[in-house]
């Protein structure tokens, strides 16, 4: 994995994206000193069945800032596409352009973009739409005759993204060792999302998350060696 690197930002479309996917090899970069900022295409409304979308937003984003704290991650912006339908296409191009230009960030971080996790189960609109835009507005940023309107809001063309990781992809070309301890930060970065969890499993909170990240991992032993490890399709960029 790329290591010559000191800003990332990710963007995902729900709050708990990076929970389920690359929160490990966050709490490890954070660990080292490198700065990587979150940005969420939707506020998560949608995501609780048993709660109103006005308030699951209000939750969901608390529980992100709390869960991106655990692994050390400072800044969280929400954007506000809609949960559940977001639309592939120019104007979420042109939103996540923007955030790349204002954060210029060597690294991208998002998540599956594939049809389907591991060629068995489909994967949702949302999480298709905006992993391919996070691949587009990579080289949008710094095409000074792409949103040319961004410019005239002090956003002048960012070309040094590097590299685009995408966690949880099931053609995975790179990975991350990590420690115990980020281990145990994912967990409890994870455990965070309680009004999320508490919908999809009768299981306590850290229990669920305990099972959730290390049963990933562990379905990655046989091609580290044994060793933990968070798996990204890495993407590098001329």
Not at 16 to 39: N, P
Not at 121 to 144: E, I, K
Not at 149 to 160: H, I, S, T, V, Y
């Amino acid at each position: 994995m790329p290591e010559d690197w000191n800003r990332a930002l990710a963007i995902v479309a729900h709050p708990d994206d990076l929970e389920y996917g690359a929160a490990a090899a966050i709490a490890r970069w954070t660990a080292a000193g490198r700065e990587v900022a979150y940005l969420m295409v939707t506020r998560g409304e949608a995501g609780i069945d048993t709660m109103e979308p006005e308030r699951a937003a209000r939750v969901r984003q608390a529980e992100q800032r709390a869960s991106a704290a655990v692994v050390g991650v400072e800044e969280v912006e929400f954007l506000d596409h809609r949960d559940g339908v977001v639309e592939e296409g120019v104007a979420l191009r042109r939103d996540l352009t923007a955030a790349i230009r204002r954060h210029r960030p060597e690294l991208l971080i998002t998540l599956n973009h594939h049809e389907t996790w591991g060629g068995v189960n489909w994967n949702t609109p949302d999480h298709r739409a905006v992993g391919r835009a996070v691949l587009d507005a990579a080289g949008d940023a710094g095409n000074r005759w792409i949103f040319t309107d961004l410019a005239d809001r002090g956003l002048e063309p960012w070309d040094g993204v590097r590299w685009v990781a995408v966690a949880g992809s099931p053609q995975p070309t790179h990975a991350v060792e990590v420690a115990q301890e980020d281990v145990d930060r994912a967990v409890a970065s994870l455990a965070e999302h309680r009004a999320y969890i508490g919908a999809l499993s009768d299981k306590e909170p850290a229990e669920y998350a305990r099972e959730f990240v290390t049963g990933v991992m562990d379905m990655l032993a046989g091609q580290t060696g044994g060793r933990r490890a968070v798996a990204f399709q890495v993407y590098p960029r001329g």
